[in-house]
T-cell receptor, first 115, second 111 residues
Framework: KQEVTQIPAALSVPEGENLVLNCSFT??????LQWFRQDPGKGLTSLLL?????REQTSGRLNASLDKSSGRSTLYIAASQPGDSATYLC??????????????FGKGTHLIIQP | NAGVTQTPKFRVLKTGQSMTLLCAQD?????MYWYRQDPGMGLRLIHY???????AKGEVPDGYNVSRLKKQNFLLGLESAAPSQTSVYFC??????????FGPGTRLTVL
């Protein structure tokens, strides 16, 4: 059974810093890995999707990497802003059900950017 | 495009009552999913569907039923609600093995 772990569980940094959020997964047989953002009381917003054949994806100040062999992904946020404050979720799409198993989620990193 | 929509947004039920949550997507996605989110547990898959007329169980299916009579709609039913089903329910849709898009969620409280 796939397990996804996110470290740290919470992080508070001053505005302007670059930061890295970590995600690890136990089963390397994945179709893809997706990073989401969730604001309090809101739904999930997809940030980046990395297919299993890719090493990284970039969108604006965000960069996500994937190392299947070690079971790790990182989300890099450059020049953090107070508006980046949210919970960030990492989720892996399993391979066993032909891509239809659904995502296995980590419990998230609660990020606070101090003005 | 509205993306993925869910109704209702909020609901309070008494133990033993029944209800149906509706999910609709306008992206012509084949796959649709129902997840629940609980504090300390993260998001977990309840049921999913790979196409019209087909459904399958996920990680936590007990106490729920689903139906997908039309490609764009995926219904989640609670026949006899229990306090343990108090949660936030999210629907998602995708093309096979592609990015999943989530709805805004339904907050359900069972008293």
């Amino acid at each position: 059974k796939q397990e996804v772990t996110q470290i740290p569980a919470a992080l508070s940094v001053p505005e302007g810093e670059n930061l890295v959020l970590n995600c690890s997964f136990t089963d390397s047989a994945i179709y893809n890995l997706q990073w989401f953002r969730q604001d309090p009381g809101k739904g999930l917003t997809s940030l980046l999707l990395i297919q299993s054949s890719q090493r990284e994806q970039t969108s604006g100040r965000l960069n996500a990497s994937l190392d299947k062999s070690s079971g790790r992904s990182t989300l890099y946020i450059a020049a953090s802003q107070p508006g980046d404050s949210a919970t960030y979720l990492c989720a892996a799409l399993g391979h066993s059900g032909g891509g239809a198993d659904g995502l296995t989620f980590g419990k998230g990193t609660h990020l606070i950017i101090q003005p | 495009n509205a993306g993925v929509t869910q109704t209702p947004k909020f609901r309070v039920l008494k133990t033993g009552q029944s209800m149906t949550l509706l999910c609709a997507q306008d992206m012509n996605h084949e796959y649709m999913y129902w997840y629940r989110q609980d504090p300390g547990m993260g998001l977990r898959l309840i049921h999913y569907s790979v196409g019209e007329g087909t459904t399958a169980k996920g990680e936590v299916p007990d106490g729920y039923n689903v139906s997908r009579l039309k490609k764009q709609n995926f219904l989640l039913g609670l026949e006899s609600a229990a306090p343990s089903q108090t949660s936030v329910y999210f629907c998602a849709s995708s093309y096979p093995s592609r990015e999943q898009f989530f709805g805004p969620g339904t907050r359900l409280t069972v008293l």
